[in-house]
């Protein structure tokens, strides 16, 4: 598997794709791989001539006293589960290659951003914004990929890219589950045995909630109070944010009169864990 360490490399690549007539998908990670990863890099491989996949752990989108230092890293493992799926090169760079010294451009967002993980991890998606602006420019994609795991990063990246006029299209993924439903992430990793059989929480939750709202619940309130209560009913379990919001705003709603994201973060010891449902595909 290619590795590429430089913008100059990855963009001198692309051009030689681009000479020979050839589409162009794009998965942006932050490495430490998954099934659900490898999901996105399949899908890419199907849908163009070629894949781009980057791991870059980009500290601009890390708060203070968050998980930037220990984030896991493994590019062997990242390279062979790249080649498994059908990806052709990996764009690996170092901080340094992606904000040289004196960087001072961002690019932010309101509305989307005010709730959920924007809420609780206020500079989050202006580094999102920024280093997912910066690789698009870089790889200039046909097409990029995201996982509907991170549900309010996927409806940010699409507002953005619209905002923009950005000529991407953006197709997100199904969320990918471990066996005990769990959603594959990578700070799985940092789970002990009883906190991942704590963690457990999260989809059995998840399972719950699209439950009431198939069997016809329309009303927020009862559907994230029984959610919360189930939560709850777990020690290891604390609750950092269990909303419903308009798919579109991700503003918070009372009834689900609307396409809507019901959407939780919970941590489970130290680790901050998401899981959620679009209610339109219960």
């Known amino acids: 598997m290619k590795i590429v360490r430089t913008i100059d490399e990855i963009r001198n690549q692309v051009k030689s794709w681009r000479k020979e007539g050839l589409t162009v998908g794009f998965v942006p990670t932050m490495g430490?791989?998954?099934?659900?990863?490898?999901?996105?890099?399949?899908?890419s491989s199907e849908q163009n001539d070629r894949t781009v996949v980057s791991v870059f752990v980009n500290p601009m989108q890390f708060g203070v006293n968050e998980d930037l230092d220990s984030y896991p890293r493994d590019i062997e493992h990242d390279s062979e589960v790249v080649e498994e799926s059908g990806g052709d090169i990996i764009f690996n760079p170092e901080p340094e290659e992606m904000y040289k010294s004196g960087f001072s451009s961002f690019v932010d967002m309101t509305v989307l951003t005010e709730e959920l993980c924007g809420l609780s991890r206020p500079v989050h998606f202006r580094g999102v914004c920024t280093v997912v602006t910066k690789l698009f420019n870089i790889v200039k994609p046909d097409r990029a990929?995201?996982?509907?795991?991170?549900?309010?990063?996927?409806?940010?990246?699409?507002?953005?890219?619209?905002?923009?006029?950005?000529?991407?299209?953006?197709?997100?993924?199904?969320?990918?589950?471990?066996?005990?439903?769990?959603?594959?992430?990578?700070?799985?990793?940092?789970?002990?045995?009883?906190?991942?059989?704590?963690?457990?929480?999260?989809?059995?939750?998840?399972?719950?909630?699209?439950?009431?709202?198939?069997?016809?619940?329309?009303?927020?309130?009862?559907?994230?109070?029984?959610?919360k209560k189930n939560i709850e009913s777990e020690p290891l379990a604390k609750i950092d944010y269990v909303k419903i919001v308009d798919l579109n705003t991700m503003q918070q709603i009372d009834t689900l009169d609307r396409p809507a994201l019901c959407a939780m973060a919970v941590y489970i010891g130290k680790t901050r864990l998401i899981d959620n449902f679009f209610t339109e595909q219960v």
Request: aromatic share 6%.
């Open 145 to 227: 990929y995201f996982g509907q795991k991170d549900a309010q990063q996927l409806a940010v990246i699409k507002h953005m890219v619209s905002d923009l006029n950005m000529d991407i299209e953006i197709i997100g993924c199904p969320i990918v589950r471990e066996e005990s439903g769990l959603a594959k992430s990578s700070r799985n990793t940092y789970l002990s045995d009883k906190e991942r059989e704590s963690a457990l929480i999260l989809s059995k939750t998840i399972f719950m909630g699209m439950d009431m709202v198939r069997n016809g619940e329309k009303d927020c309130k009862k559907i994230l109070d029984a959610m």
């Open 32 to 43: 430490y791989l998954h099934e659900g990863h490898a999901s996105l890099i399949r899908k």
